[in-house]
């Protein structure tokens, strides 16, 4: 069973024309996902795969819909029994156990604000965000590293912090409520409450990655689950009795993009690994033992599957992968390509939005290319002057807004909670702007340059760091690299490239004549895989890179870095 037609009109489509010209909307009246899509198939297919969860220890448990209607049902009662109510905020710090979806379920029925966050915030990170959002409770997973940075916030808000829940783990802790005890308790009996939220009304908040400043609070309504369709059935191909599994942490939102909203709504189960550290082997065996039929991770995580021998694994029921979450480099691809014969669907998307551009079914990717504009999004290609841009002519990705708020295309994010300049300001002249800088061919696919503030001006040149970092990507001493503008009294801006360098050139640390050798071979490099002039004037080798807590490169720093220097 799916539930696709309940929302959709016109469910397949014989082209990306068609798919482009024909795709809408159709949701019941006061629409929420936790009463229409899991409490719907728990009533009509109760026994349907909603989640296969595999615990630390790699074991195997199975949630039906019936199990997801009854656990939400009880969360739902937990938090209702501690004040929780419609509107209040609540933050789970779950990494992926299975718990965090009966949370996500519980609070959608309860209308309360979900905000999910990684374990991996500090204690200033935690204080910013409590305040932010005036958060009014934590479930948290029970780890000693979660809880210590958790308890010092608490500290810091002088007594203001939001009750403190544990779900699981070491037992009880003084001044933390047992949720797990309490959630185990609680009845599973459930009343849809009168007023319930839907709609347009608050439901989801994740915090941006802060690569340009503070994280902003992106906000987003019950209709954005529905913006998932397109990611899940027509970029992931999940499909009825399939099973997906999207690498992502609960903290961040590519999970709900990947393990949660579309692929229910699309009858797919879910399939999730509660580890404590990324293994690529130890993946590659459970996607293999598990079954899976779609798969997504960002391309980090390719480029450790494919130092691996995937050939030792049965992937005979894997029949797509795509890849998201920052460009892709052509290697990846490639290596891929050769050890599994399925091609990697790219796509572009971010917090405040859905899937944007992607590589849908009916398409034939081009490496390197994040496919063409989403249905849901009319992106364009603008110059500063607000103009389009011609084919083959850089300019930002910009998706035009309606004049009718009530209009605004499922999945777009309502704004920045409690920062009205910045939403003003992303949502200037009419559109949004993405801050994303592309170029688009005459096949009309986009292709990611990077961001506006990453560009880098060279002797009256335009340069944007990610070809040059794919070209980089190319050479086997290159494990991961950033590629900035530094200043130069001539040029005003150097290519500079900064390595962190792949196993078995660690020896190259240190030691001045092999990275000098080394240097002069990555810049001949990439004189042939690109432009000559957009070679790295400049290489800094790095045990590793300045990262956001989401694991994006800051590239701010270095160039921050170098302006010091």
């Not at 039906?64 to 109510?85: E, L, P, Q, Y």
């Not at 340059?449 to 340069?463: A, E, M, N, T, W």
Request: aromatic fraction near 12%; include cysteine.
């Amino acid at each position: 069973m799916n539930l696709l037609g309940k929302f959709l009109p016109k469910t397949s489509f014989d082209s990306y024309e068609d798919f482009r010209a024909s795709f809408r909307y159709a949701p019941p009246p006061r629409y929420n996902f936790a009463y229409d899509v899991v409490d719907v198939y728990a009533r009509e297919a109760p026994g349907q795969l909603a989640l296969l969860w595999a615990a630390e220890d790699d074991s195997f448990h199975r949630f039906t819909f019936a199990d997801m209607k009854r656990m939400s049902d009880k969360a739902a009662n937990v938090f209702a029994a501690h004040g929780i109510r419609k509107g209040d905020a609540v933050m789970l710090t779950l990494k992926n156990r299975c718990e965090f979806w009966f949370c996500m379920m519980g609070l959608h029925k309860l209308g309360a604000l979900a905000i999910p966050a990684t374990h991996m915030l500090t204690d200033h990170d935690l204080v910013y965000r409590f305040r932010a959002a005036d958060v009014k409770m934590l479930v948290a997973a029970n780890e000693e590293c979660l809880l210590s940075y958790a308890e010092k916030a608490v500290a810091a808000m002088d007594g203001g912090a939001p009750r403190l829940a544990l779900v699981a783990g070491n037992g009880p802790r003084a001044g933390w409520l047992d949720f797990s005890a309490e959630l185990e308790a609680a009845s599973d009996a459930w009343e849809k409450p009168a007023g319930f939220a839907c709609d347009r009304d608050p439901m989801l908040a994740y915090f941006s990655s802060g690569t340009t400043g503070e994280p902003k609070m992106v906000l987003h309504d019950y209709f954005y689950s529905l913006g998932h369709i397109v990611t899940s059935r027509f970029w992931h191909n999940d499909t009825e009795g399939g099973l997906h599994y999207t690498v992502a942490d609960t903290g961040w939102g590519k999970a709900v993009w990947g393990n949660l909203y579309g692929q229910w709504i699309s009858g797919s189960g879910v399939f999730v690994h509660d580890y404590a550290r990324f293994l690529a082997s130890k993946t590659l065996a459970l996607v293999a033992r598990a079954g899976v039929t779609s798969f997504c991770a960002p391309p980090t995580v390719y480029r450790f599957l494919i130092k691996e021998d995937m050939s030792k694994y049965d992937f005979s029921t894997l029949r797509y992968a795509c890849v998201a979450g920052e460009p892709l480099n052509p290697e990846v691809y490639d290596r891929f390509l050769e050890a599994t014969g399925i091609k990697l669907m790219e796509s572009y998307g971010q917090t405040e939005t859905t899937l944007s551009v992607g590589n849908f079914l009916w398409m034939e990717p081009k490496k390197g290319s994040m496919g063409r504009p989403s249905p849901v999004y009319n992106v364009r290609l603008i110059r500063k002057d607000g103009t389009d841009c011609d084919v083959g002519e850089e300019g930002e990705m910009v998706i035009p807004l309606p004049e009718n708020p009530a209009e605004r295309p499922f999945g777009l994010f309502r704004g920045y909670v409690g920062n009205p300049e910045a939403t003003a300001d992303a949502q200037r002249g009419g559109v949004y702007h993405t801050g994303d800088v592309a170029w688009k061919d005459e096949d009309g696919y986009f292709w990611y340059v990077g961001r506006d503030d990453d560009l880098i001006k060279s002797s009256g040149y335009r340069i944007g760091p990610f070809e040059v970092e794919s070209a980089l990507m190319a050479h086997p001493a290159v494990l991961e690299c950033a590629v900035t503008g530094a200043p130069d009294p001539v040029r005003g801006q150097i290519v500079k490239a900064t390595i962190v360098l792949s196993k078995g050139y660690e020896g190259y640390y240190g030691d001045a004549a092999k990275l000098d050798g080394l240097t002069k071979d990555l810049q001949e490099h990439v004189k042939h895989a690109t432009a000559p002039y957009k070679y790295p004037r400049k290489i800094e080798y790095v045990k590793e890179l300045p990262k956001t807590i989401s694991g994006k490169i800051q590239r701010k720093v270095i160039r921050e870095h170098d302006r010091r220097a």
